[in-house]
């Protein structure tokens, strides 16, 4: 590394700290003063003032905001909507930028890798750029450049976030965020090796390889390092024009294809994509989807994924003891006759679309209003029953249990939710799952 190149990464360490510091230092200072002075706390204007100091901000933080704002044991219902609103939108950087990572991660005569490398990049993130590139032999390639410095960058925002965190648990005491923040840390430090990263697409090709519904890209492992990864680019178009013009069968048809996308790697691998944000993934013309950006992965216990099928079936057949023993094999702890009754008013909204053998659209009863309202309700009654800390293996499970709900009513997809979701734990074996998934991870390191 230059002197040059070292000043300015200690430049922007340092940047990066006083502008995350002075926005959740603001918001923690309100907070604070408002303990001290005994002034009854307004979440929904706290919310705001924290979603006000975060949006001039981009990156991990804007990241992880959305993140959260979509996991209802996270956080209260005003901080959650408040956060929603939050856009990261990063700036794309110029080509002296790209040029210089470039030269690092493949050497001086990178550009004769290729056969064309556009200067302006093709899509932008919170933690790196996207350029459409043309290999040797003609396939088209999207290249994904990480943003200098980010290491820095992101363990400063995991720093303010567990200022952020603490604020809210003097205000709210229902839900203890500390192994939600150990979780994020965990999965954002791990989005920050492409390495990493290419062994998950490697292991989504495995385990989505009978799946015809879906696409995967490749991986030019010659072409990719830590901070570069070079894959084949997929085209398709995004959901949102999709679902306005297609017909109701192509809708469900793709709603049928995400589902399968998301839950035959859980289910068959204990595997799940945490991340189903819109910018994820794309329609082709089939009604099949293209599944992108594989650095939120994570891998469950076996027993873990048999916890949610125990609890599906405790709440189909009132057998309370299994429900009691799903939560704690989860990780839930001093279970209360109370908190267990409390648990279940969540997971019966969240299971209820696949409790009725018929097609049937989500937002029937999980509609966006009902779902504060369950939330509310469940914060109150944790409240008074001293709290609950929520195992960490929920963040991402959560994420893409809420974010898969919100494509399927865009979609206003009518399916048969129940069935779907029998056919793919099918023959469920603890002891198989495990042998799929050491086979099927060491099929990914081998690639």
């Excluded at 290249?143 to 965190?165: G, H, N, T």
């Excluded at 939600?180 to 954002?188: F, G, K, N, P």
């Excluded at 490697?202 to 492992?221: N, Q, S, T």
Aim: with cysteine.
């Amino acid at each position: 590394m230059s002197q040059e190149d070292n000043q300015n990464t200690l430049a922007g360490r340092v940047k990066r700290y006083a502008q995350v510091g002075t926005a959740i230092g603001g918001f923690a200072a309100r907070v604070a003063g408002e303990r001290v002075l005994g002034v009854k706390s307004d979440p929904a204007r706290n919310a705001e003032v924290l979603r006000i100091a975060l949006g001039g901000l981009k990156g991990p933080l804007m990241k992880v905001a959305q993140i959260l704002s979509t996991i209802p044991e996270a956080l209260p219902p005003e901080y959650a909507q408040e956060l929603s609103q939050l856009q990261a939108n990063a700036p794309h950087m110029g080509w002296p930028f790209v040029n210089r990572r470039m030269t690092t991660e493949l050497g001086t005569g990178w550009k004769d890798k290729f056969k064309s490398f556009p200067r302006e990049a093709a899509r932008a993130a919170s933690l790196g750029q996207v350029h459409k590139a043309t290999a040797l032999d003609g396939r088209t390639l999207a290249c994904k450049l990480q943003y200098p410095d980010m290491d820095s960058v992101v363990e400063a925002d995991l720093r303010q976030l567990k200022i952020v965190f603490a604020a809210y648990r003097r205000m709210d005491t229902s839900i203890d965020p500390s192994e939600i923040h150990t979780e994020i840390a965990a999965r954002l430090k791990e989005e920050l090796d492409y390495k990493n990263e290419a062994r998950n697409l490697a292991l989504y090709r495995h385990i989505l390889a009978d799946e015809k519904g879906v696409h995967v890209p490749e991986v030019l492992a010659e072409l990719s390092t830590k901070r570069l990864l070079t894959m084949t680019w997929l085209e398709g178009e995004p959901i949102k024009g999709v679902a306005v013009r297609a017909d109701q069968a192509t809708r469900d048809a793709i709603a049928v294809n995400m589902f399968r996308a998301w839950y035959v790697p859980f289910y068959k691998y204990g595997v799940i994509h945490g991340d189903p944000h819109l910018g994820n993934y794309t329609v082709r013309a089939d009604a099949t989807i293209n599944l992108m950006d594989f650095g939120a992965i994570r891998i469950f216990d076996p027993n873990f994924v048999k916890g949610v099928i125990d609890l599906f079936r405790a709440l189909q057949t009132g057998d309370r003891a299994l429900a009691v023993s799903a939560y704690e094999t989860w990780g839930f702890m001093n279970l209360s006759n109370d908190m267990i009754d409390t648990l279940n008013i969540w997971a019966a909204f969240v299971y209820a679309p696949l409790m009725e053998d018929r097609p049937r659209l989500i937002e029937e009863t999980n509609a966006a209003e009902q779902g504060r309202e369950t939330v509310a309700k469940v914060h109150k009654e944790l409240r008074r029953l001293g709290g609950v800390k929520p195992p960490r293996e929920f963040v991402l499970m959560d994420r893409a249990a809420i974010g898969l709900g919100s494509v399927f009513m865009h979609l206003r997809a009518e399916v048969n939710w129940h069935r779907l979701f029998h056919e793919t734990i099918a023959g469920f074996d603890v002891d198989a799952l495990s042998n799929a998934q050491s086979t099927a991870l060491k099929k990914a390191d081998l690639a």
